[in-house]
Every structure is written in structure tokens, then in C-alpha cells.
């Protein structure tokens, strides 16, 4: 389904688009919905976010108690770093 959609844009801005879509021999309703489509899927692929195969082949290399303190641990890091 296709719905009508009212924009208002300033006219160079306007100009501009209708010269650059004419070159991509697309329309201007087209390349506008292109983009939307664009930018919405963009967003929902960051939510999203995947895990990468190197992150996942590294999951579960190093076993920690479950009472270790990560945060103390790298400040004592740091402090040593530092001294």
C-alpha cells in the first residue's frame, strides 16, 4: 500500500534532490523512500546488535570465580601501571 505524504523543505533543498535523483534516474518520492527505509532498518539492526565470530570464538576462554571483582582488579591494574 502507498500513502500520500506531505514534506515541507526548503526549495534549494528541494532542487537539489530532484537534479541528484534525475542523475540516479530514480524519482524523488523513490530515492526519499529509499532512504527512510534506510535509515529505519539501520536502526533496527542497532538494537540488534550482533555478536561477531571473534567475539564468540573468545567467550568462554577464561574462566573467573564468580566472586571475582573486575572493577578492583583493573583499578589495582592501573595503580601498578601508574606508580
Avoid: C, W
Avoid at 500520500?4 to 541528484?20: F, G, P, W
Avoid at 542497532?46 to 570465580?65: C, E, F, N
Amino acid at each position: 500500500m502507498e500513502t500520500k505524504l506531505t514534506l515541507r523543505l526548503n526549495d534549494s533543498v528541494i532542487e537539489r534532490a530532484k537534479i541528484y535523483a534525475g542523475k540516479q534516474k530514480i524519482s524523488l518520492s523513490k530515492m526519499i523512500e529509499a532512504y527512510l527505509d534506510h535509515l529505519t532498518r539501520e536502526m533496527e539492526h542497532k538494537d540488534k546488535a550482533s555478536i561477531t565470530p571473534l567475539v564468540k570464538s573468545l567467550s568462554g576462554v577464561i574462566d573467573l570465580p564468580s566472586d571475582f571483582d573486575y572493577k578492583k582488579e583493573y583499578g589495582d591494574y592501573l595503580t601498578e601501571k601508574y606508580k
